[in-house]
């Protein structure tokens, strides 16, 4: 574990040191600008070498500790120490009293989130096991999905072979995000510190907030489309706006549904100066890194699958019951639908508490319901480079509420646009001192509503903070324990509307083989389990005993019950 | 930008926010209008418009950012309560 430890500290230290020191040769001379740039190069990097110690199986601890070593030694001179922008005290004092929770948050969650459990992590799970990436990635149908963000996760988790700190990865999205919003901020003259406040707001906004940590992609697609906003506001280099698109593609198609507004925004600014273009062995690089991290997802399913968007089709993608689950290409009755939803409901965040999935909320927060929507309009008048902004904002919303299903969590995909609000609240308040109290409370209100999420409650959290870190898992919170044995086969019967548990079944050190049952008769089952000879079933939380296959397979005398929904598998 | 320019913005704008008091009016119940977000946001919209450098304005706006934020509190505080085992 100590040695783990080095390896994870030697190879981040490594990462921000290479992203500094590739960022310095294409730096801009606008600081908010070159932040961003080194931490989404870094963010490519640590892409770009999961990615390939996934392809050439060399995805362990000491061989990446042992190349991130070797990169430390060779950069270690070329560390420069950033400068920070005049947040002021307050703000400072504030950033760091959330920065500690986030940590805490971090260290104390485990997994548990449907999504999650059921199709993001049991990739994680199956690579960090096999050591490289696996044609098993789970039996959700979502399993083969981009896995950008899954990456990042991966980072955070194989050199420990623990998934203690595996929402780093989402903080660390967090904090790009705050540096976008920053950036777009600066682009829109606000001063260093207003710049900061708009930033804070935007990841104090409890939809984004509590996705950081949730495991969930979301929050990492809104930090994409906010730094390429910025990037095309401020006409960066288009390799820097190249390599944003790439790495956004490859979390997850709803990034590319935002595109259009980014286009607009670039024929709304393109009469404006550019920044100057990097060397063109770096512009190069930018470019094909981008490419190579978006695309990877989309041939690797077109090669395994024969379509590179499987396993959603031209129909889009249906449950088993008919219904539609996602869906594919716009639809201006949805988008209708979806738009008056929004403005009529969805914003008051009154249905379900904050958490990520947003479940008919909006979980733009207090401070965007009440303050950022009265101010929008108001600020938009004197301030053409804001104007041209929320034209493009507002394009990506319509753009995705379009292509989205009317599903009751579809909000989380436009997580970037409190990024809008925020802007617009600190520059509504230049004019309007008095309205600071009401924010203050609104945030107040926010940080205090933000400690857990809907979906996993004080009490439960409070449950996990009591379990010995090496053993904190979320199977607890599932009514069930982790395997009896090192081997164990999951049952789930209706896969397709049904999210699952399997990634707790892993355990928390992926010490645990999950074999994934695939038949449809009793006899397949059999013929399976038979095969891969795991001692022990698990049958998913979702999937009732009475479902007629689970009570075929018990007629046949194979399955006998042992306690938290296992059964030991007896073939004679 | 010249007078008449502005005075043609501020009236597009003021047309624009009395449309959506308008929308609101005809959509909603006359029960729902007390707590309709569009109503309250057009409405302080049109004021900023029509009395632009008026020294009520900031006062104005925290008062409507209050009831605003009072609206939103009624509906998400039971719920945010509710995931800290607190049954109000």
Request: hydrophobic share 50%; charged share 15%.
């Amino acid at each position: 574990m100590i040695l783990g430890l080095a390896a994870l500290l030697v190879a981040n230290a490594a990462s921000l040191l290479g992203a500094q020191a590739i960022a310095r040769r294409t730096s801009t001379g606008k600081p908010h600008l070159d932040a961003v740039l080194v931490l989404l190069v870094r963010l490519a990097l640590i892409s770009a070498v999961v990615l390939l110690a996934g392809v050439t199986r060399t995805l362990n601890g000491p061989v990446l500790g042992g190349v991130g070593l070797v990169a430390l030694l060779l950069l270690a001179r070329s560390f420069t120490r950033p400068t920070f922008p005049d947040f002021g005290r307050l703000l400072a004092v504030l950033a760091a009293v959330v920065a500690v929770r986030l940590l805490l948050q971090v260290w104390f969650f485990a997994p548990s989130n449907y999504d999650a459990t059921s199709y993001h992590l049991t990739k994680v799970a199956e690579w960090i096991r096999a050591g490289g990436f696996t044609h098993e990635m789970g039996v959700d149908t979502h399993t083969p999905f981009p896995a950008g963000f899954e990456l990042l996760e991966t980072w955070w988790v194989v050199f420990l072979r623990h998934d203690v700190l595996i929402e780093m990865a989402g903080v660390e999205m967090l904090v790009l995000c705050a540096a976008g919003a920053y950036a777009l901020a600066r682009e829109v003259n606000l001063t260093e510190r207003s710049a900061a406040w708009a930033a804070f707001l935007t990841v104090m906004t409890p939809g984004l907030h509590l996705s950081a940590t949730s495991c969930l992609n979301d929050a990492a697609v809104a930090a994409l489309v906010v730094v390429t906003m910025a990037f095309v506001l401020a006409r960066a280099p288009w390799s820097w706006i190249a390599l944003a698109v790439g790495i956004g593609l490859g979390l997850k198609p709803t990034y590319g549904y935002a595109l259009p507004g980014v286009v607009l925004l670039h024929l709304l600014v393109r009469r404006n100066p550019t920044l100057a273009e990097p060397p063109r062995e770096i512009s190069c690089g930018f470019a094909v890194a981008g490419a190579a991290i978006g695309a990877f997802w989309y041939v690797r399913n077109a090669l395994w699958f024969g379509s590179p968007i499987y396993p959603v089709g031209t129909r889009g993608l249906t449950g088993q019951d008919g219904t539609l689950k996602i869906q594919f290409g716009p639809s201006p009755a949805n988008a209708v639908g979806n738009i008056l939803d929004v403005l009529q409901t969805r914003v008051y965040d009154d249905f379900t508490p904050y958490g990520p999935l947003l479940i008919h909320i909006s979980g733009w927060g207090a401070v965007g319901f009440a303050c950022g929507l009265l101010a929008l309009p108001v600020v938009l008048r004197d301030d053409p480079p804001l104007r041209k902004i929320a034209l493009a904002f507002a394009v990506s919303f319509l753009s995705i509420l379009t292509l989205v299903n009317p599903d009751p969590w579809f909000m989380r995909f436009v997580l970037f646009f409190p990024a809008l609000l925020s802007i617009a609240v600190v520059k509504f308040l230049e004019a309007h001192r008095p309205a600071v109290g009401v924010v203050a409370a609104a945030l107040a209100f926010q940080f205090l509503a933000t400690f857990v999420p809907a979906d996993l409650t004080w009490k439960e959290a409070r449950t996990l903070a009591g379990l010995p870190w090496r053993g904190r898992s979320s199977a607890v919170l599932k009514g069930t324990t982790l395997p009896p044995a090192d081997s164990v086969a999951y049952f789930i019967a209706e896969r397709q509307t049904n999210r699952g548990e399997s990634y707790v079944l892993y355990g928390p050190d992926f010490s645990h083989r999950v074999v994934y049952l695939r038949g449809t008769t009793a006899s397949e089952i059999r013929a399976e389990l038979e095969r891969e000879k795991p001692r022990h079933l698990y049958r998913c939380q979702g999937t009732p005993v009475e479902a007629p296959l689970f009570q075929e397979c018990l007629r046949q005398g194979f399955l006998k019950e042992s306690g938290a929904r296992y059964y030991e598998v007896v073939l004679r | 930008m010249t007078d008449e320019r502005e005075r043609r913005i501020t009236i597009g704008e003021v047309a624009i926010a009395s449309a959506l008091i308008v929308w609101r009016l005809a959509a909603g119940s006359p029960a729902g209008w007390w707590k309709d977000w569009i109503l309250v946001v057009a409405a302080f919209w049109i004021f900023a418009r029509i009395k632009p450098g008026s020294r009520a304005q900031p006062v104005a706006a925290a008062l409507v950012m209050s009831y605003l934020l009072g609206i939103y509190l009624l509906g998400q505080a039971p719920l945010a309560l509710f995931v800290f085992g607190i049954r109000p």
